[in-house]
């Protein structure tokens, strides 16, 4: 049975993380952005049944909800808390498992995910959101922010940046990151 331990601010200011009391996923993390995106994940689902909601995040040990501009927290927390104790975690679609050609596909982008993994998603899942790499040609690296990350304004500039300059000056300095 899961449970809220804490809720912590994002620098969304429309998105709050809700910090469970155990692993909802190993090694995945899953956004869906509409209730139609979520129709296969029974949590997911069921999160977005709560009005206001608009996007859902969640890895390892927490949930990132993203509210419409207009809703109250006030009428989507009590809601969530409850829907959580009484979630049957076999409900969770299963992980997919890694292959060793996922891992091993590119030499660079098995560097670049190392240095994603260590100094940039955890940075991300602090702030209750992460980072998708979508796709890696011609030294360009598409990416996709995800919970409270996909739509906060400092993510788009500032992040972005930064993600760019760690990856030039750690793996090559003709690395491009862009959002896709």
Not at 89 to 108: F, G
Request: hydrophobic share 40%; net charge negative; with cysteine.
């Amino acid at each position: 049975m899961y449970h809220v331990v804490d809720v912590e601010l994002t620098p969304n200011p429309h998105a709050l993380k809700f910090i469970l009391n155990e692993k909802l996923l190993k090694f995945e993390s899953r956004q869906y952005n509409s209730k139609p995106e979520a129709e296969h994940d029974a949590l997911a689902r069921s999160i977005f049944e709560i009005e206001g909601v608009v996007s859902v995040f969640y890895m390892d040990k927490f949930v990132t909800i993203e509210k419409s501009k207009d809703s109250d927290w006030g009428k989507i927390q009590r809601p969530f808390v409850t829907l959580l104790s009484h979630f049957d975690k076999n409900h969770l679609p299963v992980e997919k498992e890694l292959t060793v050609s996922d891992v091993n596909a590119d030499a660079m982008l098995q560097m670049i995910n190392t240095i994603l993994n260590t100094k940039v998603r955890p940075a991300l899942a602090y702030d209750g959101g992460g980072l998708e790499v979508l796709g890696f040609e011609d030294f360009t690296l598409k990416v996709r922010y995800q919970g409270a990350c996909g739509t906060c304004p400092s993510a788009i500039n500032g992040t972005l940046s930064a993600i760019e300059s760690v990856l030039k000056k750690e793996v090559n300095p003709a690395i491009q990151v862009v959002t896709g």
